[in-house]
């Protein structure tokens, strides 16, 4: 009993020296910083209420080499600002997420303190992964306009995916607290479903995606790694991932969707003899799009990536549609997808748009940002808009959301 015993204490003194080190650690990272904030060139930080909200389940503080990699990447830029003189915030907090939309709510905290602040500037600094960055912006973009603009966000890529921060390597979000760095605004995308809108005529709160929203293949490819990532090590989910969607046509039914869109089609698929070659009708800003398809992809803007960079809208478009194909034309499209060349095959249909209506029988798979929910036959007519930008992040002078 005793040898047990003491087995036991050694195990929850391990546990308790690993935690201990992880929160000297996390210590250490939250003053080099503080510190580089201080310097930044880009707002004038002696103004600025300066919060950093932190997951620490993220894959840039869950994996140790990443963790020693974001030490030395601060190091770097601390040893290259040295000369810059520093100003310190009105305020400065580190706010830690425990739980699912945990978020959300450090979010509503933070619009009840600007609202009895009228003129006070913010800086959010999200230190964690899309998951998290996507609850805090989905509660932060729900304030009236005139509160969301005193907040200026810098995502860093601190996450597995990545796919919507302010630049993919550490070093380049960083980067733009000083001579590369300009305030930008963003859009953001709203999607209303028809259930919704029965039980708020008024105004129905919808969702909100802030890089991309999508319905289909891909959701269902979010949707699974959302479920595997929490029962295999590693990354040897993605091993079991590609077999999963080999077999998605055989889960979810592919029906025919109709999309009514204000805008303007870029590319539009040649009369062929595929199988599934979409019917497209082009009228004045508007288009109608009818067929059977793999996915619907629908960025705040064009040039975005989803899924770990892959370059769904390789362009200016914001709209990409893929119709349904065979296994094989699939396989070889995943490649293509990667570095944006998927727009040369006839299967795909980009398009610019800031209003769609998608009709559409069947149940199916949406996510946004990697948060992934099941749509049914009831959700339908489903309404996708894109808003006005009102976001403020930082981003480049030189226009790259990445580099």
Same mark, same amino acid.
């Given at each position: ?5 003491? =087995? ?21 990272? #939250? ?22 909200? &932190? ?8 994996? +140790? ?14 040893? $290259? ?10 305020? /400065? ?9 945990? +978020? ?7 619009? =009840? ?20 960055? /996507? $609850? ?6 729900? +304030?009236?306009?005139?509160?969301? $603009? ?8 601190? @996450? ?7 630049? /993919? ?128 992809? &629908? ?7 989803? @899924? ?53 029988? #069947? ?24 808003? $006005? ?15």
């Amino acid at each position: 009993m005793g040898k047990i015993f003491d =087995e036991a204490t050694r195990a929850i003194y391990k546990i308790v020296l690993l935690l201990y080190n992880y929160h000297m650690e996390l210590s250490s990272l #939250e003053q080099k910083l503080k510190i580089l904030i201080s310097r930044s060139r880009v707002m004038n930080i002696s103004t600025v209420a300066v919060r950093v909200i &932190v997951n620490p389940f993220a894959g840039g503080f869950s994996r +140790a080499l990443k963790f020693e990699q974001t030490h030395g990447i601060l190091d770097k830029l601390l040893a $290259e600002t040295e000369e810059l003189p520093e100003q310190k915030p009105i305020s /400065w907090e580190v706010l830690t997420t425990t739980a699912s939309r945990h +978020a959300t709510q450090i979010a509503n905290d933070l619009l =009840e303190k600007a609202a009895l602040q009228s003129n006070q500037q913010w800086l959010v600094i999200l230190a964690c992964g899309d998951g998290t960055t /996507w $609850e805090f912006l989905d509660g932060l973009t729900r +304030a009236p306009a005139e509160i969301v $603009e005193r907040f200026t966000i810098l995502r860093l890529p601190l @996450g597995t995916g990545n796919d919507g921060t302010d630049g /993919w390597t550490l070093e380049d979000s960083l980067s733009r607290l000083f001579d590369e760095g300009v305030i930008l605004k963003q859009p953001y995308v709203t999607i209303h479903t028809a259930k919704q809108s029965k039980q708020s005529k008024a105004s129905p709160s919808g969702f909100r995606a802030f890089n991309i929203v999508s319905i289909g293949l891909d959701a269902f490819v979010a949707h699974m790694t959302n479920k595997l990532k929490k029962k295999l090590p590693g990354d040897s989910f993605k091993l079991w991932l590609d077999l999963a969607t080999v077999f998605y046509d055989s889960i979810y039914k592919t029906g025919t969707m109709k999309i009514v869109g204000k805008g303007t089609i870029a590319t539009i698929p040649s009369e062929s003899t595929r199988k599934y070659a979409a019917h497209v009708t082009v009228g004045t800003d508007q288009f109608t799009i009818e067929g059977r398809f793999l996915l619907l992809a &629908v960025g705040a803007d064009g040039r975005r990536t989803y @899924g770990s960079h892959q370059f769904i809208l390789p362009d200016e478009n914001n709209v990409c549609l893929i119709e349904k194909m065979s296994l094989f034309r699939k396989i070889k499209l995943k490649t293509p997808i990667v570095s944006g060349e998927h727009k040369k095959f006839p299967e795909v249909i980009l398009a610019q748009s800031r209003e769609l209506t998608v009709y559409y029988d #069947e149940t199916i798979l949406m996510q946004m940002d990697g948060e992934s929910i099941e749509l049914s036959p009831e959700d339908f007519p489903l309404v996708i808009k894109v808003s $006005e930008p009102i976001l403020r992040y930082l981003g480049r002078k030189d226009g790259k959301r990445h580099v």
